[in-house]
């Protein structure tokens, strides 16, 4: 399929990043099986609760600090170098994409990376905001007002950035070919974006390690890890196009 298609691109979640240590979320102990996402998750009990999300951070920072792109990451990337992804929209917030080379990734659900000061807007590296939360002990508190700092992830309940909604929709609307790594689809509007390539008679690649409720609309379910699976499409792809 791959060797079919012009227009590739890969839609991924927290599974791809389950082999680089980072538990995904709604597996077996996943995060939200420990953390209720209503009380922990959303836009709202951070206003008011700031001190939960940071608790969780503090449980979570040595697994993201330590975490390494998985052979699943670097497949896609050079899978971007061999023209064959046009980008990856990931859910993720761990910056591995990048890290393994990925060069053109839509984060629809933000980034751990940095965060603002909600009153005045500055913006904080995540070193900073390590420090000004003594490591998740206290909440980050912007020094010039003594306001909340908010990291850039998205929280339930808030609104993606339009401008990575809207591109992340119009290459799923121009692909032929998506591949879905990892990901539940239980979340909108992300789990909206294999339908918008269906739409334009795009076909649909799951991989994952367990069913969805949407595996009815991929042309292909590749169940497995990812970091297994993708090398392997990968390999297989430069042999059938004769590349060394
Ligand atoms: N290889 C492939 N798939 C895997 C692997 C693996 N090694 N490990 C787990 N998975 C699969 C799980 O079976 C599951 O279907 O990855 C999927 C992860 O699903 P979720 O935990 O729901 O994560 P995700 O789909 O990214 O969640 C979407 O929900 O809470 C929000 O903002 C959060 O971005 C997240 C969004």
Redesign the pocket.
């Known amino acids: 399929m791959i060797l079919e298609s012009i227009q590739v691109v890969v839609l991924?979640?927290?599974?791809?990043s389950?082999?680089s240590g980072i538990?995904?979320?709604?597996?077996p102990g996943?995060?939200?099986t420990k953390y209720d996402?209503l009380l922990y998750?959303t836009y709202e009990s951070f206003v008011n609760h700031p001190e939960r999300f940071w608790e969780m951070a503090k449980e979570l920072h040595p697994t993201l600090e330590n975490a390494e792109p998985n052979p699943?990451h670097y497949a896609l990337a050079e899978l971007e170098r061999l023209g064959k992804c046009r980008a990856v929209i990931t859910?993720?917030?761990d910056n591995l994409h990048q890290r393994a080379g990925s060069t053109d990734v839509l984060e629809?659900?933000g980034t751990h990376r940095s965060g603002h000061c909600m009153s005045c807007r500055r913006v904080f590296t995540l070193e900073e905001m390590n420090e000004l939360s003594e490591y998740g002990e206290c909440v980050a508190c912007c020094p010039e007002d003594d306001a909340t700092i908010k990291p850039d992830?998205?929280?339930?309940g808030e609104p993606l950035d339009s401008k990575v909604l809207s591109r992340a929709a119009e290459l799923a609307s121009t692909s032929d070919l998506m591949l879905v790594?990892?990901?539940?689809?239980?979340?909108y509007p992300?789990?909206a974006l294999p339908e918008y390539t269906k739409r334009r008679k795009g076909r649909l690649v799951f991989?994952?390690?367990?069913a969805?409720y949407h595996d009815d609309q991929a042309d292909l379910v590749c169940l497995?890890?990812?970091?297994?699976?993708l090398p392997a499409i990968v390999e297989s792809y430069k042999k059938l196009a004769g590349i060394g």
Do not use: M
């Not at 538990?23 to 597996?27: E, G, K, M």
């Not at 790594?181 to 979340?187: H, K, N, T």
């Open positions: 991924t979640g927290a599974g791809i389950v082999e538990p995904d979320f709604r597996s996943g995060l939200w996402p998750g699943a859910q993720n917030i629809l659900h992830v998205v929280f339930f790594v990892g990901c539940s689809l239980e979340v992300a789990a991989i994952n390690t367990i969805t497995g890890k990812a970091g297994d699976v």
